[in-house]
T-cell receptor, first 113, second 113 residues
Framework: DSGVTQTPKHLITATGQRVTLRCSPR?????VYWYQQSLDQGLQFLIQ???????AKGNILERFSAQQFPDLHSELNLSSLELGDSALYFC????????????FGEGSRLTVL | DQQVKQNSPSLSVQEGRISILNCDYT??????FLWYKKYPAEGPTFLIS?????DKNEDGRFTVFLNKSAKHLSLHIVPSQPGDSAVYFC????????????FGKGITLSVRP
């Protein structure tokens, strides 16, 4: 158990819909990262927050947004969903915002039909 | 542009033999490298790391070698065990304040009893 909690574990929805994925980082970790793993792809970095502020942005679509709340949990919002958004979405946390070991949650599997 | 490349999608080895998993990178700014292991239905977990000031780091059965001039690293598992069967991700980052981990696509290792 990494200490990182993600909900929901599985989600099935239709194209055009909007979903929210939730992540609670390890106790004491200030930084939260979101990664997307599509079929046959590695972990693609989406976005990072550190202590409530956006720290780094990767290949995140404009239809996607995220935030980190004062209690340090984070949400990833995916809107106007397309079939290609079907993927595993991982949240990870770390104590600092710099390079180093990340602790990953079990992921949220999103299926868009 | 894939900055971290794991060109072999899979590897099968006999129990007790050595497993060698390879990784190449293109970004010369990368100076910290990690290997993560992922079992089905779980998030990736940290395995071993190496800084660019070293060329080898060992932890039990796992050794990571770094060849900076070739921009190549490898993970050696000796002896391989059936429980090592998993997907292995290579990751890299630079030491900037806003650095993020860039992952390869992963290698599926199967250790045959």
């Amino acid at each position: 158990d990494s200490g990182v909690t993600q909900t929901p574990k599985h989600l099935i929805t239709a194209t055009g819909q909007r979903v929210t994925l939730r992540c609670s980082p390890r106790s004491g970790d200030l930084s939260v990262y979101w990664y997307q793993q599509s079929l046959d792809q590695g972990l693609q970095f989406l976005i990072q927050y550190y202590n409530g502020e956006e720290r780094a942005k990767g290949n995140i679509l404009e239809r996607f947004s995220a935030q980190q709340f004062p209690d340090l949990h984070s949400e990833l919002n995916l809107s106007s969903l397309e079939l290609g958004d079907s993927a595993l979405y991982f949240c990870a946390s770390s104590v600092t915002g710099g390079a180093g070991e990340l602790f990953f949650g079990e992921g949220s599997r999103l299926t868009v039909l | 542009d894939q900055q971290v490349k794991q060109n072999s999608p899979s590897l099968s080895v006999q129990e007790g033999r050595i497993s060698i998993l390879n990784c190449d990178y293109t970004n010369s700014m990368f100076d910290y490298f990690l290997w993560y292991k992922k079992y089905p239905a779980e998030g990736p977990t940290f395995l071993i790391s190496i800084s660019s000031i070293k060329d080898k780091n060992e932890d039990g059965r796992f050794t990571v070698f770094l060849n900076k001039s070739a921009k190549h690293l490898s993970l050696h598992i000796v002896p391989s065990q059936p429980g090592d069967s998993a997907v292995y991700f290579c990751a890299a980052s630079d030491s900037g304040a806003n650095s993020k981990l860039t992952f390869g696509k992963g290698i599926t290792l199967s250790v045959r009893p």
